[in-house]
Structure formats: structure tokens, C-alpha cells
């Protein structure tokens, strides 16, 4: 994890520039926040009606690698 930290102000740097870096940053920051407010309760509701964690790791492993 620590590598997606370092090299994601040089990968906004080299889509967005420099001089949009600060408003880039603070957008994908956003965006995490947003996705860890609705994952949890979306990654519960799959476990409680599977009955197994496997449903709640399949979803987001399919979700995040398209």
C-alpha cells in the first residue's frame, strides 16, 4: 500500500499537472472516502446473506480490477 501512496502524486503530476494537483488530489481523495462510507455496508449485506466472507471479497476484487 505504501507504493500506491508514493506514486499517486507523481500519476496525478503526469495526467492532470502540476499547477492541478492540489484540486486533483483533494477529487481522488474524495472518491476514497466515498467508496470506504458505502463499502462497508455493501460488503455486510453480502456476507449476511451468504452467510460466508468469500461474497464480499469476490464482489470487490471483480469491481476494482474492471
Known amino acids: 500500500m505504501a ?3 508514493v506514486l499517486r502524486s507523481i500519476v496525478i503530476v503526469e495526467l492532470m499537472g502540476l ?3 492540489t484540486n486533483a488530489f483533494g477529487v481522488t481523495t474524495m472518491f476514497y472516502g466515498l467508496a470506504s ?3 462497508v ?3 455486510g449485506v453480502l456476507r449476511n446473506s451468504t452467510g460466508k466472507y468469500e ?3 469476490l464482489f470487490f476484487w471483480v ?3 474492471a
Do not use: D, K, V
Open 3 to 5: 507504493s500506491l501512496s
Open 19 to 21: 499547477e492541478n494537483l
Open 37 to 39: 462510507f458505502a463499502g
Open 41 to 43: 455496508p455493501i460488503a
Open 55 to 57: 461474497a464480499s471479497f
Open 63 to 65: 469491481f476494482f480490477s
